[in-house]
Each structure stands twice: as C-alpha cells, then as structure tokens.
C-alpha cells in the first residue's frame, strides 16, 4: 500500500510538502498523483507525475503546487506553496503501474494525509 506523512496545519500563505511511499509493492508504479477529498464533498484530482514524467496540475493549484518522484522508487512529493484555507483537505497518494493514473478506477491509494491552512 501507499503511506503518506507530512500533512500538518499552516497559515495562510503558509507551505507543507507531504511524501508518499509505497510499501509491500515490488512491481513499478509509473504513475504517481495526489487526490484530495473532504467529507461529504466529491473526490477532486489535484495533480499526477506521468510514467514518463509529464506532470499535470488542477487549475485550482496550478502555480503553487509542484509535484515529483524521488529518487527512491515509488515514492513522490507534493510541494505545496501559497497554501490558502480553500486547500484545507484530506490529501491522498494514488498509484499505478499504468503511464497515466488521473483515472482512478484501479489505483492502489494511501490512508491519507490531512491538510489544514487556517486564515
């Protein structure tokens, strides 16, 4: 499974960087990404690190956000910049051995990392 750490509670303007690593997954995942998803909302894709290394970005973070793998395999990074209250979410890692994951259908996913940006 994928485990995330480094969610945590900022102001405003403030910045996080959670990771995620897979555990107990031998094959590749090509694909990494972050969804995020608040109780009682909808699931809202927020940016995924193609198997060749194309990162695509939600506009509503596109700028601020960065996302990358490291050099540990399966493992990636979320960058979060100009955090905004709006941004308050649980964060949760996706994956899958697929070049593109934004389709969720069969991804492996983390327990979840909360984000909490205070104004």
């Known amino acids: 499974h994928l485990m995330e750490s480094g969610g945590g509670s900022v102001q405003s303007g403030g910045f996080l960087r959670p990771s995620c690593a897979a555990t107990?997954?031998?094959?590749?995942?090509?694909?990494m990404g972050w969804f995020r998803h608040a109780p009682g909302q909808e699931r809202e894709w927020v940016t995924t690190?193609?198997?060749?290394?194309?990162?695509d970005y939600a506009n509503s973070v596109r700028g601020r956000f960065a996302a990358s793998k490291t050099g540990t395999k399966n493992s990636v990074v979320l960058q979060m910049n100009s955090l905004k209250p709006e941004d308050t979410d649980m964060y949760y890692c996706?994956?899958?051995?697929?070049?593109?994951?934004?389709?969720?259908?069969?991804?492996?996913w983390g327990q979840g990392t909360q984000v909490t940006v205070s104004s």
């Open positions: 107990g997954i031998t094959w590749t995942l090509n694909c």
């Open positions: 996706t994956a899958d051995d697929r070049d593109l994951c934004r389709d969720p259908t069969d991804n492996v």
């Open positions: 690190v193609s198997g060749v290394g194309n990162v």
